[in-house]
């Protein structure tokens, strides 16, 4: 396809940006140069301060119907990240006002601390500790979204989620069959793996469609999984096409069973 000037118009100031930089090479200013780099590193503070005013007026009123299909059809992002980049970039300014000259540097660095903006009955906040013990524990170069959330996570090291990778594809097919049966794709996996919630946790409580669901979804998945986990062999993976329900699963039926009977 051939690209017209209308094509990236949009855009043009940064082909002007790039234009007029490399122009006045060798002329360049060093400081001048370094500052707007670091403060493109928190850019998405300027962009959560001008969603936030964006929201707040009802500057999109005269175009679109709310401020959900603004971000779909205007920006082309989904109202929930628009959302959290407001979030992000208040959370960013607080810590601004508080003196740091480390700052997270994305979205996903800043919301692990959104929770701690809001003071508690006495007035106090955590925002400050916990992001000055992040930055005392690592250099800002080693600062990421993962062992900021890592750090101020509270719960015991076995208990906090874990991040594992999988293909695409995979992913695809598990968002699609946890969905089916009205689960997260958490939930779906807990179920297949057999594991059991802690005794002050309620199972997940299914209803007989998304039992049904959850009985022809597993015999899928155990044929997709095992070819994309293992190729064609006879070996089994674990946790999958298990003979034997997890106890949390048999509780759910148990529980849904008595729901049915009541009614």
Known sequence: MELTLNSYSEFQPLLDFEEETLATVPYNDLTELTREI???????????????????NRLYKRQFKDFAEYCKLALGRSPIYC??????????IE????????????VSQALPLVKFTKPDDAGNRELEDKWQSIIESQPPEHITAAKIAEAIDDKEPEQRAKQIKVS????????????AAGLTVSEYLEILIGTEPPDDEEPTV??????????QLDAEFQKDATVEAIGKTDKPVAGFGQKKPSKSYQKAINRSDRASDSS
Do not use: N, W
């Not at 695409?168 to 969905?179: C, D, F, P, S, T």
């Open 38 to 56: 670091k403060l493109s590193f928190v850019d998405f503070v300027r962009q959560g301060v001008m969603l936030a005013v964006i929201r707040r």
């Open 83 to 92: 959302k959290r980049i407001i979030e992000a970039a208040k959370t960013t």
């Open 95 to 106: 810590l601004i006002k508080a003196g740091f000259k480390t700052l997270p540097t994305s």
């Open 168 to 179: 695409g594809k995979a992913y695809q097919i598990l968002e699609q069959k946890a969905a």
């Open 206 to 215: 299914l209803t007989p469609e998304q039992e049904e669901i959850l009985d």
